[in-house]
Nanobody, 125 residues
Framework: QVQLVESGGGLVQVGGSLRLSCAASGRTFSSYATGWFRQTPGKEREFVAAIGRSGTKSYAGSVQGRFTISKDNAKNTIYLQMDNLKPEDTAVYYC???????????????????WGQGTQVTVSS
């Protein structure tokens, strides 16, 4: 069992930056594929970025070049550095993890077994 806790959300102006963190307890992140998703009211959860256990990364086209996902296995934490934020980035951001034996990354929410509680990111214009 893995417990995930996100932090770092908040209110930021257009063009600003935020760094989200997701700390895991219970198991080490080194054996997990992890990712970030976001959701706005009335919409399905949307893929943002993912990082595999070997470090392979994947990004949604809407955030490519602006967001960076990383992880620190020693701290059991993954990060999402968000730069040049836009109003359409406003959402609740969730981190997710799933145990895997390979280095694959997953961009589908259904592939993840564990989820955090979410952290609100609001970009104001």
């Amino acid at each position: 069992q893995v417990q995930l806790v996100e932090s770092g959300g908040g209110l930021v102006q257009v063009g600003g930056s935020l760094r989200l963190s997701c700390a895991a307890s219970g198991r080490t992140f080194s054996s997990y594929a992890t990712g970030w998703f976001r959701q706005t009211p009335g919409k399905e959860r949307e893929f943002v970025a993912a990082i595999g256990r070997s470090g392979t990364k994947s990004y949604a086209g809407s955030v490519q070049g602006r967001f960076t996902i990383s992880k620190d296995n020693a701290k059991n934490t993954i990060y999402l550095q968000m730069d040049n934020l836009k109003p359409e980035d406003t959402a609740v951001y969730y981190c997710a993890a799933t145990l895997t034996s390979s280095g694959v990354v997953f961009s589908t929410a259904g592939m993840y077994a564990y989820w955090g509680q979410g952290t609100q990111v609001t970009v104001s214009s």
